[in-house]
């Protein structure tokens, strides 16, 4: 039995922050939006639950409930923000509707001595309009700051708090220990969240569901499907079926990386799949980038297909879904985090194979996944690698896909990512002062024109390459990486001299929005 913290979500865009801070305390947590079925919130493992912030006003008519279930459990409760109004509400006190939004950075001076709260002042993260007037009966004022004369309040009896403030954000510099301190001290967890235990639990959910029977699992190289197959792996042996698609639009060396890296692990059980042929006559004459990403997607449900008959009687499939998308599609957001999935599911694995799905990642977050696929030995160079698409070096090779193109945009690559990685930049890193160093995802595009250049006496008339590299961390916004001009010197001079075809290279200097992180 792991034990539980619940987080109900009133739809702050801080919430999942909040269960990785939890994670983060090797806690288990799990979201459920708060209007979920009573009967789905609380089991016999949740020590404590945590109310997230939300956008509305807790006076409004119709504003969002705290469920009966959860105030008359004996559980410990915290609530964030709205999650404070809401409990203030709902148990007697009093919420003024605010005049003014208060936000950003605010100091809060701790009153009373309470298990929850670090003693003296502390810098913390305000984002709230209403606030408290008058706490409910049997609760006590913890701590005031200049503009909230109630920014924590509790009843340490009853176990249960609220935070005018956000304690999950970086902002709040002690909030990590804050939230610690509520799963940990107050709830009573143990602390038992660890790769080691996820793993077991995990292995022991796939024997359950499985059972006897076979299961392909499909990697492509990235880290949630290598992860997912070697849990699966772990728990059946020799019933999971591994298989790898080379499509002939993989970088230089990835094919050979991928055995390498599942040969511990699988042995000769890796069927690897040379469809680079077929993949490539499907593209062949074909420039639009809407229409690769369809052939590409259709060409991989055909060998889906022709493998799964080769094995013979297949029920499940294997799958990296992750919780980012558990969460996003099972409340506030949903049709956002659904349009956004079925874009980059293009290349991955098709939904209309009438396989039952196995998700050993459902619960994890990128970082825990990052953390089993450590423990579980994996090589850390699988682990930490950057994205890269489903389609592959099809939407990097702009215009017309060739053999001959794919090399030169190869090459290219190969040189960029290498060079990146001797000047340490092929991670992303933050400087003392808070700035993103290095890069989230780097590589080079094949651009369909071609320029006149000189080289010794005599004229080109060759290929360019560009290189794209960019800081972000949710890949939804991202800016151009500030990359030394030394570096990108050395890069295009190696390009141009390495590569025959190629007689000019450019740094695309745009951010996301208003571009795209890659060009088609
Ligand atoms: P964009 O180009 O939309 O990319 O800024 C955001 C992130 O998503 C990756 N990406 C894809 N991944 N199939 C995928 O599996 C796709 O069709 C696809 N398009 C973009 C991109 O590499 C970046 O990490």
């Not at 924590?152 to 709040?172: S, W």
């Not at 709830?187 to 499985?210: H, L």
């Not at 690698?385 to 090459?411: S, W």
């Amino acid at each position: 039995m792991i034990d539980k913290i619940l987080i109900l979500d009133f739809g702050s865009q801080y919430t999942q922050l909040i269960a990785r801070r939890v994670r983060e305390a090797h806690v288990y947590s799990e979201i459920k939006p708060w209007n979920a079925a009573e009967t789905d919130l609380l089991d016999t493992e949740t020590r404590g639950v945590i109310l997230s912030g939300g956008p509305l006003s807790v006076v409004a008519p119709d504003a969002p409930k705290i469920p009966a279930a959860i105030l008359q459990s004996n559980l410990p409760i915290l609530g964030i923000c709205y999650g404070m109004q809401a409990l203030t509400v709902q148990l007697g006190g009093e919420v003024a509707p605010a005049q003014e939004r208060e936000y950003g950075l605010a100091t809060i001076q701790a009153l009373v001595p309470n298990p929850l709260l670090p003693e003296g002042e502390l810098t913390v993260w305000m984002s709230h309009g209403d606030r408290i007037k008058r706490q409910p009966a049997g609760w006590q004022v913890l701590a005031r700051s200049a503009n909230s004369p109630i920014a924590a309040i509790g009843n340490l009896e009853q176990r249960r708090y609220g935070l005018q403030f956000h304690p999950e954000v970086r902002h709040t510099p002690q909030g990590a220990l804050i939230l610690q301190r509520f799963v940990i001290d107050i709830c009573g967890c143990k602390g038992d969240w660890t790769p080691a235990s996820i793993i077991a639990q995990s292995i022991a959910s796939i024997q359950q569901q499985v059972g006897e029977a076979k299961v392909l699992s499909a990697v492509s190289g990235g880290v949630d499907s290598s992860v997912a197959t070697a849990l699966a792996q772990r728990a059946l042996g020799e019933q999971v079926y591994s298989v790898f698609i080379d499509t002939g639009l993989l970088r230089k060396g990835e094919r050979h990386q991928v055995e390498t890296a599942f040969h511990p692990l699988l042995g000769e059980r890796l069927m690897v799949v040379d469809a680079s042929e077929r993949f490539l006559s499907a593209l062949q004459g074909v420039t639009d980038p809407e229409t690769k990403r369809k052939i590409i997607g259709e060409t991989f449900i055909r060998e889906f297909e022709a493998t799964a008959r080769q094995i013979g009687q297949i029920d499940f499939l294997v799958q990296g879904t992750i919780y980012p998308d558990v969460v996003e599609s099972q409340g506030i957001g949903a049709s956002q985090a659904q349009r956004i999935k079925s874009h980059h599911n293009v290349g991955g694995l098709p939904s209309d194979l009438h396989f039952k799905l196995v998700e050993p990642l459902r619960l994890l977050f990128k970082d825990e996944v990052r953390a089993v696929g450590e423990a579980l030995g994996l090589p850390h160079s699988l682990i930490w690698r950057q994205p890269f698409p489903g389609p592959g070096l099809a939407v990097r090779c702009l215009g017309e896909i060739t053999h001959e193109r794919l090399d030169t945009l190869r090459e290219a690559d190969a040189i960029f990512t290498q060079e990146l990685e001797q000047a340490g930049l092929l991670q992303l890193q933050e400087d003392p002062s808070g700035k993103l160093q290095g890069t989230s995802q780097a590589f080079a595009v094949l651009l369909p024109i071609k320029t006149v250049g000189v080289m010794g006496d005599q004229r080109s008339y060759q290929e360019v390459v560009a290189l794209r590299a960019v800081t972000t961390t949710d890949f939804m916004t991202a800016d151009w990486a500030r990359l030394p001009q030394e570096f990108l010197a050395r890069v295009a001079n190696r390009i141009v001299n390495e590569i025959p075809r190629v007689n000019r290279v450019v740094y695309d200097i745009t951010s996301k929005p208003p571009a795209t992180i890659e060009w088609e």
